[in-house]
């Protein structure tokens, strides 16, 4: 007989019984559970890029550097003020600018203002500046009218109305030379000046005893000097004509009250004084 042996099935393998088990059914279950697995680790992994996006994007909106503002001092003007901090378009840019801070009279700033330079004072502003330029239009109108008030020549008295309240050449202990050497107009402060003639701007700013000064030289070669301005509307080497404003009277240097101290000069400095109001009696104003 032959002899009696075992007959050995083969065991099937673990990837038998998966495919066993596939077979049975279990794919079902099997396929879409490592399918399922796959997906939703891959899928959280996008909204984390866009978010990396968004934070990498936040930072673009950089705001702009703050302008460079200045206050105003004692003896400041807007020319002095433009050519000292180098304003680009002068003191008629910082003026425009700064309109809402200084006001309808372009003249008058105060020690203790902010000005913005080189950029607006304020971007809430802007409804106010398309009506500038009627203001601004109208306020050369001033100036015109003053010009108009010289004479055929060209000349005028340095205020309007003018009162002389101390006469040239008065003697007293007051002054350095022992007289008065110019004669001195009643003028509250703030009251326009006005240069007596046609000419060019010798000097413009502080001069120790007259305070904020401007010194002008006419077309005869002779000087006028207008001494105490509060503010100063003009600048070395700048030409002016009979009548316009040059600055605003005030009380600055050694003064004991607001008025307008001038002077007539053969030459641009002190000590070479002549009777102002003989020499503006001479080009035909009346005073």
Do not use: C
Request: no cysteine; net charge positive; proline share 6%.
């Amino acid at each position: 007989m032959p002899a009696h042996g075992k007959h050995r099935r083969k065991k099937s393998g673990p990837l038998s019984r998966g495919i066993l088990a596939a077979g049975a059914g279990g794919a079902v279950l099997a396929l879409p559970l490592i399918g399922a697995t796959g997906a939703h680790a891959a899928e959280p992994a996008s909204p984390a890029v866009k978010s990396a996006a968004v934070t990498r994007s936040a930072p673009a909106a950089v705001a702009k550097d703050a302008p460079k503002t200045y206050t105003v001092v004692s003896g400041d003007s807007l020319a002095k003020i433009a050519t000292a901090k180098k304003v680009k378009g002068g003191w008629q840019k910082l003026y425009k600018d700064n309109r809402d801070v200084i006001g309808g009279n372009p003249s008058l700033i105060v020690p203790g203002m902010k000005l913005t330079l080189g950029a607006k004072a304020s971007g809430a502003a802007k409804p106010a500046a398309k009506a500038a330029p009627a203001a601004e239009k109208a306020a050369p109108a001033e100036k015109t009218t003053a010009a108009s008030e010289a004479t055929a020549s060209g000349w005028v008295a340095p205020v309007e109305h003018p009162t002389v309240t101390t006469q040239y050449h008065v003697a007293g202990a007051s002054w350095s030379s022992g007289y008065h050497t110019g004669s001195d107009f009643q003028a509250a402060s703030g009251t326009s000046v006005r240069s007596i003639g046609p000419g060019t701007v010798v000097s413009a700013g502080w001069s120790g005893a007259y305070g904020n000064e401007v010194v002008i030289q006419h077309s005869d070669g002779m000087y006028s000097q207008y001494a105490h301005l509060s503010s100063l509307e003009v600048s070395a080497g700048q030409t002016v004509t009979g009548g316009q404003q040059i600055g605003l009277s005030g009380t600055t240097g050694n003064s004991t009250g607001p008025h307008l101290h001038f002077e007539v000069r053969t030459g641009p400095g002190y000590g070479s004084d002549v009777d102002p109001i003989a020499y503006l009696r001479s080009h035909g104003v009346t005073i």
